[in-house]
T-cell receptor, first 116, second 115 residues
């Protein structure tokens, strides 16, 4: 079985400040990791993903995340946020093999609110 | 490419009514998924398909049925709707296995209210 915990349900931040959204996972097999963003009343859009290789992954809109296997974490960061980054962010894990292969398990979501 | 589309966008049902949600993808993807999204719970997998003619249960399959008669379509059925099925339903598709094919692409969602 696999699970994902997003440690903050809401993160308020001022425009141009840095932000970190935290994600921890558990799995009995190797994993693929994803961050998705959901703008109000829209579907989910992929921000970035870790499949293998370099543990620092860069995505769209200036976001990046670091895979830390020892701490089972995949935290999302952005050095300077914009008002347009206000959205809900989801961390998700998929097993790289076994019965959880290809099936995404999502965290509860983190609502990022950027204030002017 | 339209990507992943979902029909309808909104629906209101009375308890006990039935309905079918349609998901279509024009990317020739092998895998398709149905999720439901509820506040504070993220997305949970209802059913999925690894290819035309196949279906399998996900995390929360009770009260739902699915069919994948054509590769591009994945239907989600509610035979007897219950208020607990009030949710936002998302369909997703994935190209195949390995590398960049592991990414799932999501539709815009269907908002369902069961009274």
């Amino acid at each position: 079985a696999q699970s994902v915990t997003q440690l903050d349900s809401q993160v308020p931040v001022f425009e141009e400040a840095p932000v970190e959204l935290r994600c921890n996972y558990s799995s009995s097999v190797s994993v693929y990791l994803f961050w998705y963003v959901q703008y109000p009343n829209q579907g989910l859009q992929l921000l970035l993903k870790y499949l293998s290789g370099s543990t620092l992954v860069k995505g769209i809109n200036g976001f990046e995340a670091e895979f830390n296997k020892s701490q089972t974490s995949f935290h999302l960061r952005k050095p300077s946020v914009h008002i347009s980054d206000t959205a809900e962010y989801f961390c998700a894990v998929s097993g790289a093999g076994g019965t959880s292969y290809g099936k995404l398990t999502f965290g509860q979501g983190t609502i990022l609110t950027v204030h002017p | 490419n339209a990507g992943v589309t979902q029909t309808p966008k909104f629906r209101v049902l009375k308890t006990g009514q039935s309905m079918t949600l349609l998901c279509a993808q024009d990317m020739n993807h092998e895998y398709m998924y149905w999720y439901r999204q509820d506040p504070g719970m993220g997305l949970r997998l209802i059913h999925y398909s690894v290819g035309e003619g196949t279906t399998a249960k996900g995390e929360v399959p009770d009260g739902y049925n699915v069919s994948r008669l054509k590769k591009q379509n994945f239907l989600l059925g509610l035979e007897s709707a219950a208020p607990s099925q009030t949710s936002v339903y998302f369909c997703a598709s994935r190209p195949g296995t390995g590398g960049s094919q592991e990414t799932q692409y999501f539709g815009p969602g269907t908002r369902l209210l069961v009274l």
